[in-house]
Nanobody, 123 residues
Framework: QVQLVESGGGLVQPGGSLRLSCAASGFTLDYYAIGWFRQAPGKEREGVSCITTSGVTLNYMDSTKGRFTISSDNAKNTVYLQMNNLMPEDTANYYC????????????????WGQGTQVTVSS
């Protein structure tokens, strides 16, 4: 069964850091793009960043550029989102998602999703 599982969320103070993990099972990352999305209550799901099997990365939010970094470890079949200098506006449920081949920031184009992990940034 194809499955994505996020982990690493939690409560952190402003300025702190978290590293989210997205572990894939039932398939390998070869020929796939993995995207990170986030959704706050009452708001639409937004694309954060994406990585392809070739290592190409894309950012979809100006507000996270320079603070968030997406990476992958193909041997572990895992994608990471390193989040530094976290701000209260980063508070959201964070999801990873998979689609074949190429990146996009549109959530509707990803057929496979994880369950989400909550990130709360607060004093």
């Amino acid at each position: 069964q194809v499955q994505l599982v996020e982990s690493g969320g939690g409560l952190v103070q402003p300025g702190g850091s978290l590293r989210l993990s997205c572990a894939a099972s039932g398939f390998t990352l070869d020929y796939y793009a993995i995207g990170w999305f986030r959704q706050a209550p009452g708001k639409e799901r937004e694309g954060v960043s994406c990585i392809t099997t070739s290592g190409v990365t894309l950012n979809y939010m100006d507000s996270t550029k320079g603070r968030f970094t997406i990476s992958s470890d193909n041997a572990k079949n895992t994608v990471y989102l390193q989040m530094n200098n976290l701000m209260p506006e980063d508070t959201a449920n964070y999801y990873c998602a998979a689609k074949p081949y190429s990146c996009t920031g549109l959530a509707t184009l990803y057929p496979t999703w994880g369950q989400g992990t909550q990130v709360t940034v607060s004093s």
